[in-house]
T-cell receptor, first 113, second 114 residues
């Protein structure tokens, strides 16, 4: 079946540094989504991407839908302590029905003040 | 604006007991609804999704079942819990037309089976 590879698995960075994480798939995806999850809470949508090549920003966050439709990245600029959490990518393979997403295993971000 | 509720927030149940988790959505009509399980704080596994009242699709064969008795209500059940049913259960919704892939999650229910 389709799988998403999300990397890195975890990151330890200094406050103020930029962060980059990505997800790759062995097959073509129609949609890429990025979520952030705080401990004990549900994931919160950060950015949704629906077109190949699309580059979208949300404050200090920027995400892109790869041209090959097999990858996506999320960048966080000038990290702050509240950026701590687990970031998930999610995507829909073109063979799956709408709304039927596959999730990456997450990138755990730790920020040192 | 739309909101999604889940209850209970936490639950501790003995093996073999029944389960009922509830999810309700406000502020939207005819949403698509989803149940996920998350183990060990990582990786969400889709369990069930529903595109309308009484319409349930199961992704993974398991000890659980889902029902949608009303448009904005989604229930996850089990007749007899197993230890392996422990986890963090998340409900999500999306619009039913247009950009339906964007899902919005509830606060989750932490289930511990002892």
């Amino acid at each position: 079946g389709q799988q998403l590879n999300q990397s890195p698995q975890s990151m330890f960075i200094q406050e103020g540094e930029d962060v980059s994480m990505n997800c790759t798939s062995s097959s073509i995806f129609n949609t890429w989504l990025w979520y952030k999850q705080d401990p004990g809470e549900g994931p919160v949508l950060l950015i949704a991407l629906y077109k190949a090549g699309e580059l979208t920003s949300n404050g200090r966050l920027t995400a892109q839908f790869g041209i090959t439709r097999k990858d996506s990245f999320l960048n966080i600029s000038a990290s702050i302590p509240s950026d701590v959490g687990i970031y998930f990518c999610a995507g829909r393979h073109l063979s799956r029905s709408q709304g039927n997403l596959i999730f990456g295993k997450g990138t755990k971000l730790s920020v040192k003040p | 604006s739309q909101t999604i509720h889940q209850w209970p927030a936490t639950l501790v149940q003995p093996v073999g007991s029944p389960l009922s988790l509830e999810c309700t959505v406000e502020g939207t009509s005819n949403p698509n609804l989803y149940w996920y399980r998350q183990a060990a704080g990582r990786g969400l596994q889709l369990l069930f999704y529903s595109v309308g009242i009484g319409q349930i699709s199961s992704e993974v064969p398991q000890n659980l079942s889902a029902s949608r008795p009303q448009d904005r209500q989604f229930i996850l059940s089990s007749k007899k819990l197993l230890l392996s049913d422990s986890g963090f259960y998340l409900c999500a919704w999306s619009v039913s037309s247009g950009l339906t892939d964007t899902q919005y999650f509830g606060p989750g229910t932490r289930l511990t089976v002892l």
